[in-house]
């Protein structure tokens, strides 16, 4: 059994990014020694809907924020889902890029986000689309790394099942017009591949967009264990990975695929 923190994190438009990422570091630093994992959501330090403060933050992946959530990390001996950056290349290159930490503060996995929200317009404008799954070993069993937009492909979910997924690990920023998508798309994805869903979404309000917070752990069977409301706030949830294979014994239809 494990014990996930979803850090809900606010990203409002009045905040300036330096206050924000003290604040936020604070919060992190107060969370981890009280679970084995937490999860930050998706572009939390701009706000997932903040076009040109994300093109003007952007930057390579070993950025001084993100050394000092390492550093976090390590100090408290524990994983930490450092939510998604805006990963710049020395080309100029573009990616909505997850980070994993594990509890000796190293990077051990980094997903680049292969749907991009926007159509013609938004996330695809300034970023480029990711191409590899990310499929590993974290507290919460084997786990495969999705961002947002993903949820609305089921395609990808089964792929991470495939390669071994026992639970899917997703940062967001989730708009409040679509709160119920998020209810039912993040229950469909569960209950569909037999897995926990264990999710992050930000708040706040930037760009003319509210995130509709909700962030949530969901079992295998498709039962909402933990739920945040729409304010900033920290939740916990105990997570037991084995939970998927059991259940994946009892009502085996993953072997009915065709």
Request: with cysteine; net charge negative.
């Amino acid at each position: 059994m494990s014990r996930v923190a979803l850090l809900q994190v606010a990203s409002h438009a009045d905040e300036s990014v330096d206050h924000r990422v003290d604040r936020v570091l604070g919060m992190v630093a107060d969370t981890l020694p009280d679970c084995d994992i937490a999860v930050l959501p998706e572009l939390w330090m701009a706000g997932a809907f903040d076009l040109p403060l994300i093109r003007e933050i952007a930057a390579p992946l070993d950025f001084a924020v993100l050394e000092r959530l390492r550093t976090l990390a390590a100090d408290a001996s524990t994983w930490l889902h450092a939510g998604s950056f805006a990963e710049r290349l020395d080309d100029g290159t573009t990616y909505n890029t997850a980070v994993l930490i594990d509890a000796s503060g190293e990077i051990v996995a980094t997903y680049r986000k292969r749907h991009l929200f926007g159509f013609e317009e938004g996330e695809r404008t300034i970023m480029s689309a990711g191409e590899d799954l990310v499929v590993l070993d974290t507290p919460l069993g084997r786990t495969g790394l999705a961002t947002c937009y993903d949820l609305r492909f089921p395609e990808m979910f089964r792929d991470l099942t495939r390669l071994g997924a026992q639970t899917f690990l997703l940062c967001s920023g989730w708009p409040t017009v679509r709160i119920e998508h998020w209810r039912m798309l993040a229950r469909a994805r569960a209950i569909e591949d037999l897995a926990w869903f264990v999710a992050t979404n930000g708040v706040g309000s930037h760009a003319g967009i509210t995130l509709c917070g909700h962030s949530v752990v969901i079992d295998p069977q498709g039962g909402v264990v933990a739920e945040a409301g729409e304010a900033e706030e920290v939740i916990f949830a105990e997570v037991d990975p084995t939970a998927s294979d059991e259940w994946r014994t009892e009502f085996p239809a993953l072997t009915d695929r065709l």
